[in-house]
């Protein structure tokens, strides 16, 4: 079957590769030499790099008080999401007298993008006095569609003889939950979990919204406001980008088969 | 033994009101966040866009009078054919995933690295990309302007960002750039999902490469097309983030999109019922959109099966 040669494909793939990677090569050769915006041609590989603007990024922005706020943010939603997904997905195990009305709700809200209630969504978090504060921030995350059902598939197939059985034995409904449904629900609360994160993490419209003070400001809106109000700290902009895209990078590396898996499935359902 | 016939003998009725409750306190907390930031808001946004409203004024009922203003908004037409132009770019990004598919899906050595290197720019944070881009695209030391000098393609280096024709390409390839990755390992796990049998049965009865791709790959991978182009759409539709960040809208207007123009009326103009107006004729846009494409699926996923 395979007598044809694979070094058109390897070539067709390194090159695609380096297609993908140079985005990233040029920033970062940016951010360790700066770049002379009057100064044509730009060179090619860096010339004597140096890690001063990586410095230059915390005298310029509160990088620190960024990334702990997007940490936040982040851990916030992420437990919320985890939690509260995991009762619904249960809830929508069981029967009840108006089942199909919730489940219709909850595909109906699907159909919502988040884009298209901006305007109330902002007027409701102001009534509830939560704008520019951790919690305005994370509220409207706290629980998904996708990831509820995510759930409610994974509790779905554990066998109902177990349940039963665990029932008959007294353990309690909260016991069952505990110590039967979750450990086996674990590839359902590592994909909520890495969807949650990245959905808080890269957030940008949202809080774009509700921040008002400089203090509240989460990762990218520290990157388009740094943007917006540099003009010769180009190196810096790019160490700063450098620096917010770096933990994204390494995380997903450690974990790529969740990564992937995960965003899958989440696109699927959603 | 001890507790097992207090179950027994706890009254039925007792016993099914406890879970009614237990199952509506499971679900509360989702309902309530969905009530507040999903129902309520498009409720609230068919109430403004029918008002004539800005904070700390009255509400007056204006009838139709913010749809009649969109309808002669220039501005509103040029976002709207903008976000459509949006999303007929997905097609392109999906036909190029599916070439990558094919090859990361032969069984070549390092296969898992191409497919980890095209898949990372997906899970980034969109800012960080659209500034990456920006850099990319800048007129005097942006790469690509050095790239097509040094290729003698042009002679005067283009401003990408700043012209009224290349602005929206140069927003749509940084998008595709995003989203390839993405297409790729839906188009992969398609992929995986066709029985090798059925290529080499073809092969015996002497069906060329070229037939068995049109014969059997591009049917059996329609679902996964499908999901892709839904996906893509979707994607496109709700753009924010790389337009905002990467040309503010500009310029002029030649980048705005439905979202950034409901972003700017809301937020910078504060003029909130016209922009629940335009928000209500994007939601319906979209809802038409998807509804359109579940038709289509619908209908193609059957014939599919039947075979």
Redesign the interface.
Known sequence: MHRYPRWPIHLALIGVSFLMLIPFYWVLKTSVTGENIFAYPPSILPKSPHPFYYVDVWYYIPFARYFLNSIIVSLLTVAANVVFNAMAGYALTRDFPAKSFVLLLFLSCMMVPFQATIIPAYLITGRLGLLDSYLGLALPQFSTIVCIFVFKASFDAVPRSLIDAARIDGLSEWRIIWQIMMPLAKGAIATNVILAFIWSWNNFLWPLIVTRSADMQTLPLGLARFLSYQEDTTGALYAFCIMVLAPGIVLFLLAQNEFIRGLASGATKG | MA??PA?TYRPQRLVRTR??V???C??A???I??L???????L??VA?SFADWAPLRPMRWAGFDQYEEMFYDEVFWQALWNTLLFIASAPLGIVIALG?AL??S???RG?NV?R?????????????VA??????F?E??G?IN?VA??LHLVDQPIQFLNSFFWALPSVIAANI?QM???YM??LL?GLQNIPPNLY?AA?IDGADARRRFWRITVPLLKPSLF?CFV?GM?NS??S??LV??MTGGGPGRATELL?TY??KL??SQTR?DY??AV?IV??VM??TI?WMANRLSGGNAGAVEKD
Request: glycine fraction near 2%; aromatic fraction near 24%.
């Open positions: 507790v097992a179950v879970r009614a237990l199952v509506w499971f679900l907390p989702s309902l966040i969905f507040l930031y999903r129902i309520i808001p498009l609230w946004n403004l990558l090859l990361v032969s069984d070549i296969r191409y980890t290197i095209i898949f990372i720019s997906y899970p980034l944070m969109t800012v960080a500034i990456i881009w920006r850099w990319l800048e005097r030391v790469l050095y000098r040094s750039w390839l990755g993405f390992i839906i796990t080499e092969a999901l996906i979707l539709f709700t924010f983030d905002y960040v979202v409901i972003y809301g937020f909130f922009a629940a928000t994007f939601f979209l809802v998807t």
